[in-house]
């Protein structure tokens, strides 16, 4: 097996997790590649330029024609050391998130806290007179503030997990997320200020998430239900059809066995991971049609 069919087999069977951390590193190389390019040939603006198309703007009038950007802001990166660092916070603090919630409240919560955090940015920027000169020219980049929500999130739903670190021991993560807080949102504001306000709108909505699950409610599932929805409406339909026909051969009716479990175990995978809202109709149909029988 080559490594892109590897790429792809782990891409396909891998976790929310690990597809997030695909497709920044994914968008991350292409830039790369754009700015090679762009060296080679003498068009020494074309990778900026795509980062300007797909970064957040602060000005309300250019995101209104690009309003795309409130998503694809949060899967750019340009420095290697900008990646590096967001996608192992994400990788770090997204293990923890899915130890004890599904990889449904994973994506809803990262894109959630994205858009919080653009919006934030974009919202102050224009707000408050200092950015005046700056809101025409000023764009936002990264994931961070969707890593902030989940941060924060998962701090508000454990908050006293304690996590080993070297040289420091054992710390509570309310309080790693505090300090994690502090300082790359805080400290030293007067430097890349518009990220750090954009951190700061994901950790509203990570605060917000966190104690919401807390308390029992789920305020991404709007959101999961929308994903599914278009997932379900772009992809092949399911043919789960059963049907009753007698198999001409013990051949045929064991391979009709084994197609028939395979898919209810398929139906009740889902279920585990996403409840059963997450089934499609002919999936539901299917489930009931199975418990009939054994009732």
């Not at 479990?261 to 279920?271: C, G, N, T, V, Y």
Request: net charge positive.
């Amino acid at each position: 097996m080559s490594v892109i069919d590897e790429l792809k087999t782990s891409f396909k069977t891998g976790s929310v997790l690990t597809r997030l951390i695909y497709v920044n590193t994914g968008v991350f190389l292409v830039i790369k590649i754009l700015e090679m390019i762009a060296v080679l040939s003498g068009q020494t603006t074309l990778a900026t330029d795509v980062i300007s198309y797909l970064a957040i703007p602060a000005s309300f009038d250019l995101l209104r024609s690009r309003p795309w950007t409130i998503i694809t802001y949060m899967f750019l990166h340009q420095g290697f050391i900008h990646i590096l660092f967001n996608m192992l916070w994400l990788y770090w603090f997204g293990k923890i998130f899915l130890d004890f919630l599904d990889q449904r409240k994973l994506l809803s919560l990262y894109l959630m806290g994205g858009v919080a955090g653009g919006l934030l940015y974009v919202a102050v920027y224009n707000i408050f007179p200092v950015f005046a000169g700056l809101v025409n020219g000023s764009i936002c980049l990264g994931a961070s503030a969707a890593i902030m929500a989940i941060i924060v999130a998962v701090a508000v739903y454990m908050p006293d997990l304690e996590l080993y670190l070297l040289f420091f021991g054992r710390v509570k993560l309310k309080y790693l997320a505090l300090i994690t807080f502090f300082v790359v949102s805080i400290f030293d504001f007067s430097v890349n200020t518009g990220g750090k306000i954009s951190h700061i709108g994901g950790a509203l909505m990570g605060l917000a998430y966190g104690y919401g699950i807390k308390n029992g409610r789920d305020i991404g599932a709007w959101l999961n239900k929308t994903i599914d929805f278009f997932v379900t409406l772009f992809r092949p339909r399911s043919k789960l059809k059963v049907t009753y026909k007698k198999p001409k051969t013990d051949i045929e009716y064991n391979t009709m066995k084994r197609e028939h479990q395979s898919a209810i175990d398929h139906i009740l995978d889902k279920i585990s991971k996403g409840g059963y809202e997450s089934l499609t109709k002919e999936e539901k149909e299917l489930l009931f049609r199975e418990s009939q029988k054994k009732n």
